[in-house]
């Protein structure tokens, strides 16, 4: 199981986080550098909440769909069951968000537009494929249960409390 999740993370978000942003900064030559204004600071120290933020997401949501669901984060092998739980129960994409936020903490941090374009590429694409492929394919592996907790927790931003099944609050989306 740990092989699994760590190929599915190696070619993944790693790639997503890692891979690109660095071929991005041989590019564009960006390099790390502390900002020397008060705003580029603040900026910087932004973006490594964002950073901790994101990972702490990301850690949560992998753990998740380990224990809950006895699945991975690769789509070739997907949770068995749905989650619901952890970050779940608040956001329905707690690990895309979490890469997102490493996404704008890297660029915020590296105080760089092409790695911030990359971001929000990388947006755009989720919010593209998560409802056109993704949703579809989570309705029909997990049918009704799915369909409700659709119906309660948004895809990507967070609710400000956490959905249990059972509960009937007002429908986000």
Same mark, same amino acid.
């Given at each position: 199981?740990?092989? #699994? ?7 993944? /978000?790693? *790639?997503?986080?890692?891979? @690109?942003p660095?071929?991005?900064? &041989? ?5 790390? *550098?502390? =900002?020397? *204004?008060? /705003? ?13 933020? =994101? ?12 224990? #809950?669901?006895?699945? *991975?984060?690769? !789509?070739w092998?997907? !949770? ?6 952890? /970050?779940? &129960?608040?956001?329905? +994409?707690?690990?895309?968000s979490?890469?997102?936020?490493v ?21 755009? @694409? +989720?919010?593209v494929? @998560? !409802? ?10 997990? =049918? ?5 907790? #659709? ?17 009937h609050? /007002?429908?986000? #989306?």
């Amino acid at each position: 199981m740990i092989l #699994r999740h760590l190929l599915s993370i190696a070619i993944l /978000p790693f *790639t997503v986080t890692v891979i @690109i942003p660095s071929w991005l900064a &041989r590019r564009y030559h960006v390099s790390l *550098t502390i =900002g020397t *204004t008060a /705003p580029e600071i603040v900026l910087q120290v932004l973006g490594v909440a964002s950073l901790g933020v =994101g990972l702490v997401l990301f850690a949560a949501s992998l753990r998740q769909f380990a224990v #809950r669901g006895k699945g *991975t984060l690769a !789509p070739w092998d997907p !949770p068995k069951h749905l989650v619901v739980e952890g /970050p779940y &129960r608040y956001v329905r +994409n707690p690990m895309i968000s979490g890469v997102l936020f490493v996404l704008f903490g890297e660029a915020l941090v590296l105080q760089s537009w092409p790695h911030g374009c990359w971001a929000l590429i990388f947006l755009f @694409i +989720n919010l593209v494929y @998560i !409802p056109l492929f993704e949703e579809p394919q989570l309705e029909r592996r997990f =049918g009704d249960s799915y369909v409700e907790y #659709r119906r309660h927790v948004r895809r990507l931003l967070p609710r400000l409390r956490p959905w249990q099944p059972g509960n009937h609050h /007002p429908v986000s #989306r």
